[in-house]
């Protein structure tokens, strides 16, 4: 096991779009909570050293200080310690306590630095504490900067669009997450918003070569599908999860990949704290691992090493999108052409078997 994913489900409230496991208005829990995430730590795997480690929700920064701290320093060694946060959780003292604690990398949630489209978001950070809770990390001493943009937004504009962009390169952050908002069924934002949302649709692959257009533009590398670089600062994290590599997942609702064993544990907070993990378990059997390793890889800029994995892909289709110029095949490798990321998931849904 190489890579550890940390869940703190704890935040101030729900945004509408979300279907994490979340808890709001839970925070005399977050001391127990960290008392049942380093049992489960322990009963898992100690303390011995991991590549990467990553902590997510939730809103991570959200966590009682004293108790993140807790749980940072409870951690196993690791070269890539990254915690999610929200800008308006960023303190001067939070900045600094995260750095002492180790912590090389923050991925701050901007979304957008538009007023009015943050409150379609229903999120309660302004454009002025991204702008804060930035340089608050630089002058703490953070030279691993990830900022989080989404695009497709119920109402934005190609020019909001931009403007985000710039305002993101403006910012300097050496990492740049461009996700295209999916609002999951059920959810009330689709509810709300479900007529613009399929209206908007039709524009999503102009938006999405904006964003690829401004950021390679501005020196970044476009090294995944959704995710830019500077200076070779990838999310080394993520990466793991897009090369194949087994993590473990602890938490409420975290899922893991060990082996040929996914499991998922119970997303019910009560359940969690009282060490009951619930844990649905998935088998994943060759094939699945292929499918999986040929989905993940091709969303990278580096060619998939194609050998072992090559009874995964469907000869005939893989030669349509060849003859097409949107993948290459040079018999070790399997990569997609420009054309054929901008195309993504469809390119590879024609390759595989």
Request: net charge negative.
């Amino acid at each position: 096991m190489r890579h550890l994913y940390v869940h703190l489900p704890f935040c101030a409230h729900r945004c509408g779009y979300c279907d994490f496991v979340t808890a709001t208005e839970r925070d005399h829990l977050h001391g127990p909570y960290v008392d049942a995430l380093l049992r489960e730590l322990q009963e898992e795997h100690g303390r011995k050293a991991v590549e990467t480690i990553f902590l997510g929700g939730g809103t991570p920064t959200y966590t009682a200080l004293p108790e993140l701290l807790r749980l940072l320093h409870a951690l196993p060694p690791t070269r890539e310690l990254t915690v999610e946060a929200n800008p308006e959780t960023v303190t001067p003292e939070l900045a600094c306590e995260l750095h002492g604690a180790g912590v090389n990398r923050v991925s701050l949630g901007a979304q957008t630095f538009d007023p009015h489209l943050l409150g379609i978001l229903e999120r309660r950070a302004t454009p002025a504490d991204v702008e804060h809770a930035f340089g608050r990390l630089r002058e703490a001493g953070f030279d691993n900067l990830s900022l989080d943009l989404i695009y497709g937004i119920p109402g934005q504009t190609p020019a909001q669009l931009a403007a985000d962009l710039e305002h993101a390169i403006a910012l300097g952050p050496e990492h740049v997450s461009a996700y295209e908002l999916e609002a999951k069924p059920g959810t009330r934002f689709t509810v709300a918003h479900g007529a613009e949302l399929e209206r908007q649709a039709e524009q999503m692959e102009g938006y999405f070569e904006g964003v690829v257009e401004a950021l390679t533009g501005a020196g970044y590398r476009w090294y995944e599908t959704a995710n830019f670089c500077r200076d070779g600062k990838r999310a080394e994290h993520n990466l793991g999860y897009w090369l194949g590599h087994d993590y473990l997942g602890i938490g409420v609702g975290a899922v893991s990949t060990l082996g040929d064993v996914r499991r998922r544990n119970t997303p019910k907070l009560g359940r969690y704290l009282q060490g009951h993990y619930d844990r649905e378990i998935e088998l994943l059997d060759d094939e699945t691992r292929a499918r999986e390793r040929v989905i993940l890889g091709l969303r990278l800029d580096e060619p998939l090493p194609i050998g072992r994995l090559r009874f995964a892909v469907d000869a005939e289709g893989l030669a349509r999108a060849e003859r097409l110029g949107l993948a290459v095949d040079d018999g070790d490798t399997l990569a997609l052409t420009g054309r054929g990321r901008f195309l993504g998931g469809a390119v590879t849904a024609e390759i595989l078997a």
